[in-house]
């Protein structure tokens, strides 16, 4: 399974867009990125998952590159309700649902 | 909200008593899966089911033993208890549905070891 970095923390304000980069060098062709969310005392939720270019629903955006080794994911207008710990993993294609989750991105919101 | 319970919420037990958690789901999801979240490591992976009776191992497997009689039931088994396996264990559920790779999670148990 490929390796994902992205940041440990961010700080954020109400009303701003925030961008979190994923880096995933290793990722294989058959691999697909998925984000989850985790509020406090809250098992992850799923927002989002793309292949290449870009992938918008009702919570976020996410941008891959060309290249597909790294990937972006776009909150916008965030509230202090978005402030959680954000993960984003690499699936390899027919997995049997085997996640590895790292150690996320904690974002915090201020008012 | 998927229909996934975890049971109990909050368990406070001894090293060397046996502790099974218990999770339930209502959506007959084939896949099943129990994680543990400790401060530091993210969700690591526990053990995981593709269907009754049919499990296997994940990340972190040394220590607990699962089993899956029912499609619905997903039981998590510390046949010793630990302190180093004081936790907070969630469970999760998926269907396979072409690329879709959405898990969906229970509310978590809380599990203390003394």
């Known amino acids: 399974l490929a390796k994902t970095t992205q940041p440990i923390s961010m700080d954020s304000y109400e009303g701003q867009e925030v961008n979190i980069t994923c880096s995933h060098n290793n990722i294989a062709t058959n691999d697909y990125i998925t984000w989850y969310q985790q509020f406090p005392s809250q098992g992850p939720r799923f927002i989002i998952q793309g292949y290449k270019t870009k992938v918008t629903n009702e919570v976020a955006s996410l941008f891959i590159p060309a290249d597909r080794k790294s990937s972006t994911l776009s909150l916008p207008r965030v509230s202090l309700s978005d402030t959680a710990v954000y993960y984003c993993?690499?699936?390899?294609?027919?997995?049997?649902?085997?996640?590895?989750f790292g150690q996320g991105t904690t974002l915090q919101v201020k008012p | 909200d998927a229909g996934i319970t975890q049971s109990p919420r909050h368990k406070v037990t001894e090293t060397g008593t046996p502790v099974t958690l218990r999770c339930h789901q209502t959506?007959?999801?084939?896949?099943m899966y129990w994680y543990r979240q400790d401060p530091g490591h993210g969700l690591r992976l526990i053990h995981y089911s593709y269907g009754v009776k049919d499990t296997d191992k994940g990340e972190v497997s040394d220590g607990y033993s699962v089993s899956r009689s029912k499609t619905e039931d997903f039981l998590l088994t510390l046949e010793s208890a630990t302190s180093s396996q004081t936790s907070v264990y969630f469970c999760?559920?998926?269907?396979?549905?072409?690329?879709?790779?959405?898990?969906?999670f229970g509310p978590g148990t809380r599990l203390t070891v003394t």
């Open positions: 993993l690499v699936v390899p294609s027919g997995n049997t649902g085997k996640l590895i």
């Open positions: 999760a559920i998926s269907e396979s549905r072409g690329h879709s790779y959405e898990q969906y």
């Open positions: 959506e007959n999801h084939r896949y």
